[in-house]
């Protein structure tokens, strides 16, 4: 039997599809640095192996899966060559392994990973059903039907698939330190919409997404009556969001869903959208949507005395709104509090003004430092810059954490895309100290 080794296996990415690989029946191991990232847990419940980086982890007979933040001259890729064996970038091998199932692409630069949770859980309560997630998830079935997976824009990695379909949830402009506008983030979607095999389910309330050419149908969804499956009679309330579809100006069902925010609904209407596609009932859509429990990172609570904390992944202006829009929902009456970690200093520096204005949608804002990216350099740009757009915010540290006891019985949305986590780490202990006080 073939062994499976994974060069970088605590990758977001990697470890979904070593998790995939193992339920699935096959033999895994992989290696990566030795620091802690929360993506290697569901891999030690598995109780598969992972080794620090050596070349010696390379053993005849195998097939490497290489990570791509890990270039050729690899120690343990160098020495897969010298024996011979194979390796296959990430991308190439899962391009090559979805062509075994039903495959489902979701992409757009904003909500991919709550919708391929979304879809995978709503789908697999038809049938069987394989998943890979971005935020580090990911299973196998031995007799999956479909395959649900996160596609990513950036540096083009999608294009290494040839999904049966594609669901593209928005484009907007991100990744500045790679695309060069907004064309050529459109440029790079319409090419994934060439090499689709089935459909292409798109949000039609997305200006960009209007533009997108195919050889096979666009079906598209939104609260516009333009579109194909259209959501109306909204009500929102603090236990959820209720609406009715209409498909082609014809009463389809009655949804309600335990999420918040108009960004839950887009998600969710693509996913009734996928589902009529494949034929999937409403009942089974319904029956699924009451039982969802999100995935990690997005609008995860944890409540502390009155203290509600929230850890999302919003790192883009669009993202920052979403959020804050999804708290007032649930929150009404609570104050709302953002504490932001901007993520690289190009993103950063390209959306200065949006990230002020969304993060003054918050009661209060309070900045981290700057999470940079090591492919880039500071230049003369600081967390300062940011501050001095938002009236009475302010700059904390994990050692100053404790200011935020000033708002008390508050939500505090804890965003970003680095290691925010730490901020909330401090604050979490700062609450439960005073607790025992």
Do not use: W
Not at 60 to 77: C, K, Q, R, S, W
Not at 121 to 141: E, M, N, R
Not at 334 to 340: D, G, K, P
């Amino acid at each position: 039997m073939t062994v499976f080794h994974f060069t970088g296996i605590k990758g977001s990415g990697m470890s979904s599809l070593a998790q995939i690989l193992f339920d699935a029946g096959e033999q895994v191991q992989g290696s990566d640095v030795d620091k802690y990232f929360f993506t290697e847990q569901p891999l030690r419940e598995r109780d598969i192996p992972i080794f620090t980086f050596n070349a010696n982890n390379i053993k005849e007979g195998m097939t490497v899966i290489a990570g791509n933040a890990f270039p050729d001259d690899h120690p343990e890729l160098v020495r897969a060559r010298e024996i011979g064996v194979e390796i296959i970038r990430y991308h190439k091998f899962l391009g090559e392994y979805i062509g075994n199932y039903i495959s489902i692409a979701i992409t757009g630069a904003h909500g991919k990973t709550s919708t391929t949770g979304l879809m995978s859980h709503v789908v697999g309560g038809y049938k069987p059903t394989s998943y890979l997630i971005g935020d580090g998830t990911g299973a196998g079935h031995e007799n999956a039907d479909f395959f649900v997976m996160e596609a990513c824009e950036y540096r083009r990695h999608f294009l290494a698939y040839n999904p049966d379909y594609a669901v593209m949830t928005n484009i907007d402009f991100d990744h500045p330190d790679y695309f060069a506008n907004i064309e050529d983030v459109y440029s790079a979607f319409q090419s994934l919409a060439l090499q689709v095999k089935k459909a292409i389910i798109a949000c039609g309330d997305d200006e960009q997404l209007q533009r997108i050419q195919a050889k096979v149908p666009v079906v598209y969804y939104g609260f516009g009556a333009e579109n194909d499956f259209e959501a109306r009679n909204v009500e929102k309330t603090t236990e959820g969001t209720k609406f009715d579809v209409f498909v082609r100006n014809e009463f389809y069902s009655t949804f309600f869903i335990p999420l918040f925010g108009d960004h839950a609904v887009l998600n969710t209407l693509a996913v009734i959208t996928l589902c009529e596609y494949e034929g999937i009932s409403p009942d089974i859509i319904q029956e699924r949507l009451y039982t969802y429990k999100g995935v990690k990172r997005r609008f995860t609570e944890t409540d502390i005395g009155d203290n509600v904390l929230i850890d999302d992944y919003a790192h883009h202006p669009t993202e920052i709104r979403a959020t804050i829009q999804s708290a007032r929902q649930k929150f009404p009456d609570h104050e709302l509090v953002a504490i932001f970690q901007p993520h690289t200093f190009t993103r950063t520096q390209a959306f200065l003004q949006d990230f002020a204005d969304s993060l003054s949608l918050a009661d209060t804002a309070y900045l981290c430092d700057i999470f940079g990216s090591a492919r880039e350099t500071q230049g003369a740009l600081s967390i300062q810059d940011l501050a001095s757009l938002i009236e009475g915010s302010a700059v904390i540290t994990t050692e100053g954490i404790d200011i935020l006891t000033k708002h008390q019985g508050a939500v505090f949305l804890f965003m970003g895309a680095g290691d925010v986590h730490k901020f909330q780490d401090a604050f979490e202990a700062v609450l439960k100290n005073n607790e025992t006080a």
